[in-house]
């Protein structure tokens, strides 16, 4: 079974602090994403990447920025938190170029206060 | 551009009845399209896909599209049921897997 695994369930940061979440997939899967899930607005892509070392804008990436140095880990990072940024991420991974199956992390509650 | 639209925000059905989760979607060629569903406490998962022509669960779901529509049915609801579930939409042929687009979901809640 593909496991994808972020590192915190819960995290509660300040405003203005310096916010990574990990994010850890087993399967030698080439993509992976991270999303953020509001009340209302659904899944929204932030950030994604298709190789290590490679990454593309998804539909809200301002704020945030990403890190894929090993194919396995793909880090959200947060330079300077603000509390409209307060969410849960999901990471998710898949393997391939076409639209496969997506595999999803249990998410990271970020409040910021 | 690519739109999918999921009109109930909230539905609650009788244990037993039947249950329907509407999407819409709107896109121009013949796109992909899938349910996903997050139960309390677990993480989202994908439910089904309408290439595949499956049920699970007891969920099917038939792409119209003549109507735009890839509403997820089943005939008989139960308590375990009750969950988040998105539609989402994938144009294809595009690389990168970049352009799965999600509907804003329903919660679906089945009463005892």
């Known amino acids: 079974d593909v496991k994808v695994t972020q590192s915190s369930r819960y995290l509660v940061k300040r405003t203005g602090e310096k916010v990574f979440l990990e994010c850890v997939q087993d399967?030698?899967?080439?993509?992976m994403f991270w999303y953020r899930q509001d009340p209302g607005l659904g899944l929204r892509l932030i950030y994604f990447?298709?190789?290590?070392?490679?990454?593309e804008k998804g539909d809200i990436p301002e704020g945030y920025s990403v890190s894929r140095e090993k194919k396995e880990r793909f880090s959200l990072i947060l330079e300077s938190a603000s509390t409209n940024q307060t969410s849960m991420y999901l990471c998710?991974?898949?393997?391939?170029?076409?639209?496969?199956?997506?595999?999803f992390g249990s998410g990271t509650q970020l409040s910021v206060l | 551009a690519q739109r999918v639209t999921q009109p109930e925000k909230l539905l609650s059905v009788f244990k037993g009845a039947p249950v329907e989760l509407k999407c819409n979607y709107s896109?121009?060629?013949?796109?992909?399209l899938f349910w996903y569903v997050q139960y309390s406490r677990q993480r989202l998962q994908l439910l089904l896909r309408?290439?595949s022509r499956e049920s699970i669960k007891g969920f099917t779901a038939d792409l119209n599209k003549g109507e735009t529509s890839f509403h997820l049915k089943k005939p008989f609801a139960q308590e375990e049921d009750s969950a988040m579930y998105y539609c989402?939409?994938?144009?294809?042929?595009?690389?990168?897997?970049?352009?799965?687009?999600f509907g804003t979901g329903t919660r679906l809640t089945v009463i005892p």
């Open positions: 998710a991974s898949s393997f391939g170029q076409t639209n496969e199956k997506l595999f």
């Open positions: 399967m030698d899967h080439e993509n």
């Open positions: 990447s298709y190789d290590v070392k490679m990454k």
């Open positions: 896109y121009s060629g013949s796109p992909e």
């Open positions: 309408h290439i």
């Open positions: 989402a939409l994938s144009p294809p042929g595009e690389t990168g897997a970049n352009n799965l687009f």
